[in-house]
């Protein structure tokens, strides 16, 4: 009975193949970046070619981080022809060695979801001072990530401070919309504990009023401009 089964898939495989079927195939599917100086930006291009007969889609491509952005060259790739995926990856803040992942949805029907891999090991030069347990509000820190934040609201208050852990693509925004109203309040107020987010209310000593907490949650969701 099993070989039955196997049999049966084996030949509805090879069927769906002959019938024609898009495939993606990359030249490669890891790239390590090797050593990379703290606040530099590197990119790569995977590419990849369409082996099947049929049209291949390249449905959405996600990354792991909003430190890491992939941009595809095109979402339809006929049949023999190339294209490629351009992931730039934002070492700002980040610290010895980083692993990254980006996710390629396509109608391939072998292999719909690809997952590649960048690597890099990240020299701290520039926080080689800074403590794991020390608040990045701390005097040495506060020129980067408290005084710049004050006065400003929604996008530009996120682009100044936020962006530098959570990125300023799309996926890393969509990953925090996910977040209850109440819940990203919360968390923005008093941080989580263990974590590197800090508790950025003034009354816990950061910079944010209730009107730049609340602008900022406004924008995250997607409420403002």
């Not at 490629?84 to 996710?103: C, E, L, N």
Request: hydrophobic share 35%.
């Amino acid at each position: 009975m099993r070989k039955i089964i196997i049999l049966f898939i084996f030949l509805a495989g090879t069927l769906a193949l002959a019938e024609g079927t898009p495939r993606i195939s990359f030249s490669l599917e890891s790239y390590d970046f090797g050593t990379v100086l703290q606040g530099k930006t590197v990119e790569y291009i995977f590419a990849f070619e369409n082996k099947g007969t049929e049209d291949l889609l390249i449905k959405e491509v996600t990354t792991s981080c909003g430190c890491t952005a992939a941009l595809v060259s095109a979402n339809v790739i006929k049949p023999g022809e190339t294209g490629h995926i351009k992931v730039s990856y934002d070492s700002q803040g980040r610290a010895g060695k980083v692993s990254r992942t980006i996710t390629v949805v396509s109608n391939d029907p072998v292999e719909p979801i690809k997952e590649l891999t960048i690597t890099a090991m990240v020299d701290p030069s520039m926080h080689t001072t800074f403590k794991v347990n020390e608040s990045i509000f701390s005097e040495k820190c506060s020129g980067c990530h408290f005084y710049p934040a004050t006065g400003k609201q929604g996008k530009e208050l996120y682009d100044t401070v936020c962006a530098f852990c959570h990125g300023r693509t799309a996926s890393g925004l969509n990953r925090l919309r996910v977040v209850p109203k109440d819940e990203m309040d919360r968390i923005i107020r008093n941080g989580i504990i263990g974590t590197e987010m800090p508790a950025w209310i003034r009354e816990l000593d950061g910079p944010l009023g209730d009107d730049q907490i609340n602008s900022l949650i406004s924008f995250i969701k997607g409420e403002s401009g």
